[in-house]
């Protein structure tokens, strides 16, 4: 390259990387990883950070989490590599309102024409395109997705006999209608609960008192910790790999370890103890700077 077109090209690429992260789009957690089955019709179709999951049944697959619209491409191709077909997608799922899980909403939509559901809180946020986020509006956007169904706590989205239950886990850092997805697989004869957290952690700047943009997150916060502790829990899975340690347990899965390292019900626990811990260190800090 001359260097007549480096002084064009440079400024150029610096413009748009700080456009990307103004938009909140990392794209180092958005590199392709190979997809695989967990167990029963549940199967990893996410990026190496942004976890993306497929439930295949006899009458098409729901997709849980988009990612970013950047993800899509991963995704498909992920869902292609296991055999299936992305436009037999017949709903599209989120564990949260924000761009690295719902940011590609509109795209799947587009490509499969899936019904989004979304749980009640984060129903307006993929409508308006992360607009009205009580932590993010402003600082990034992404293309508005039409909502077909507003969720509630508790409710089941059915497809060709799998039930995913969706329990309403608002109030942490992510958003105001966080959605933690159960489901029970049929897995070498056994019965198993599956649980995908939707998020716990607090993102930075969160205000958990005095809130003006979200008066009530004491209360959902301690409202979603009951709800977690009181889900039966085999298989553990998150929005993202690190919630539940997916390299390590990947590395075991696929040096073929029995049982499937990703039944981790002591996991599930530990996770959410230490979820609460640094929630609970948080409070007390803010409570001791406002005396
Ligand atoms: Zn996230």
């Not at 959410?272 to 640094?278: C, G, R, V």
């Amino acid at each position: 390259m001359t260097h007549r077109l480096l002084r064009v090209f440079l400024p150029a690429l610096f413009v748009l990387t700080l456009l990307a992260q103004k938009n909140g789009v990392n794209l180092s957690w958005n590199k392709p990883i190979d997809p695989y089955r967990i167990a029963g019709n549940v199967y990893y179709v996410g990026t190496n950070f942004l976890a993306s999951y497929l439930f295949v049944t006899p009458e098409g697959s729901i997709l849980l989490n988009s990612d970013y619209e950047e993800s899509v491409p991963l995704v498909r191709a992920s869902v292609e590599k296991l055999g299936f077909r992305f436009r037999d997608i017949k709903y599209l799922l989120s564990s949260q309102a924000h761009n690295d899980h719902s940011a590609g909403n509109f795209l799947v939509k587009e490509l499969t024409g899936a019904r989004v559901l979304v749980m009640t809180g984060d129903d307006d946020i993929i409508a308006n395109g992360g607009k009205g986020d009580f932590r993010f509006d402003g600082e990034y956007s992404w293309k508005p997705c039409k909502v077909d169904r507003i969720l509630h706590d508790g409710d089941t989205v059915a497809l060709g006999g799998t039930n995913l239950v969706a329990h309403h886990t608002p109030g942490h850092g992510h958003t105001k209608g966080c959605t933690t997805w159960t489901t029970v697989v049929q897995d070498g004869g056994k019965k198993l609960n599956v649980v995908i957290v939707g998020g716990t952690g607090i993102n930075p700047g969160v205000k958990l008192l005095n809130n003006p943009r979200y008066g009530s997150i004491v209360e959902d916060y301690v409202r979603t910790w009951g709800i977690l502790r009181s889900l039966p829990c085999d298989i553990f899975l998150g929005a993202h790999g690190n919630y539940f340690g997916m390299d390590d347990k990947l590395a075991h899965f696929k040096a073929g370890e029995k049982p499937n390292p990703f039944i981790d019900p002591q996991g599930y626990r530990d996770f959410i103890d230490s979820s609460e811990q640094a929630y609970l260190k948080q409070l007390s800090t803010e409570k001791h700077a406002t005396h």
